[in-house]
């Protein structure tokens, strides 16, 4: 597959870190999504120990577990004005939490960057974008079927109890927390649409309106500070979200 040359030249160097199995290209310009502002995205799969000495010539790395279990470590990188994102990833890992999802079962973990937490099973909806680069990462594997029953049915109660968060809040005349819930819900609700229709979703970018529900992005732009304008807005996003919520 063809990239940019200064993708290149980390994709050479992480190649040949010690204990590197397979580097691929994920994200949107794996998805065939990206503009000419979006960064390369690169995962690096490993087993063991991981010798990131080589990856440090090119700026600052976090080394695995930095950034926590599922997102791991990596590094933010501009090379040659290109920015290039390195993704570290333990197979092992990688392995487990993806025979978990073909059980039905998965954990969510708070994550800087996530509004709803990121599920463990995003490291198996990684493999099904993935573009092969170097060496040899893991396969893609098809969403489970028991995933899709049980992740579907939970996302939903967790929308469904943040909606009674969303009134609460609504109800003390709480802007901030009250559009911050109505705000998880409808991701947390957007989730549940896209484990119905057994796709995988590698972040919130774009979720929400690849569940068909941005029009609760139009009513939340027009939502009043008092408790009455509130209560209206949580009323009507939760009309928006019905469907989503009891398929």
């Known amino acids: 597959m ?9 994709v050479s160097v992480v190649a040949r870190m010690r204990g590197v199995v397979g580097v691929a290209l994920g994200g949107s310009r794996a998805a065939g999504k990206a503009d000419r502002d979006s960064d390369w995205d690169l995962g690096v799969y490993y087993r063991g120990g991981l010798d990131t000495t080589p990856l440090e010539r090119f700026g600052t790395v976090h080394g695995p577990g930095g950034w926590g ?4 470590g990596g590094a933010w990188l501009h090379h040659r004005r290109t ?22 079962e998965y954990e969510v973990d708070g994550l ?10 995003t490291l198996a909806a990684e493999l099904a974008v993935n573009r092969q680069l170097a060496g040899a990462p893991p396969a893609a594997v098809a969403f489970p ?3 899709a029953a049980t992740a579907g049915q939970r996302w939903r109660f967790g929308a469904r109890f943040t909606l009674e968060q969303a009134a609460t809040r609504a109800r003390r005349g709480d802007v901030t927390t009250t559009l911050g819930h109505l705000a998880r819900a409808t991701v947390e609700a957007a989730h549940a649409v896209l484990c119905d229709r057994r796709q995988w979703m590698i972040n919130e970018k774009g979720l929400i309106e690849r569940a068909g529900l941005d029009a609760v992005h139009r009513r939340l732009a027009t ?23 009891t398929s």
């Open 145 to 147: 079927e028991a995933l």
């Open 83 to 104: 920015r290039v994102d390195v993704l570290f990833r333990d197979v092992d890992v990688v392995a487990h939490w993806t025979a978990a999802a073909t059980r039905g």
């Open 112 to 121: 800087l960057g996530y509004l709803a937490g990121i599920p463990t099973y």
């Open 223 to 245: 939502v009043t500070s008092s408790p009455d304008g509130l209560r209206a807005c949580v009323d009507a996003v939760e009309g928006l979200l019905v469907d989503a919520l």
């Open 2 to 10: 063809n990239v940019d040359p200064a993708v290149a030249d980390v």
């Open 69 to 72: 279990r599922i997102m791991n």
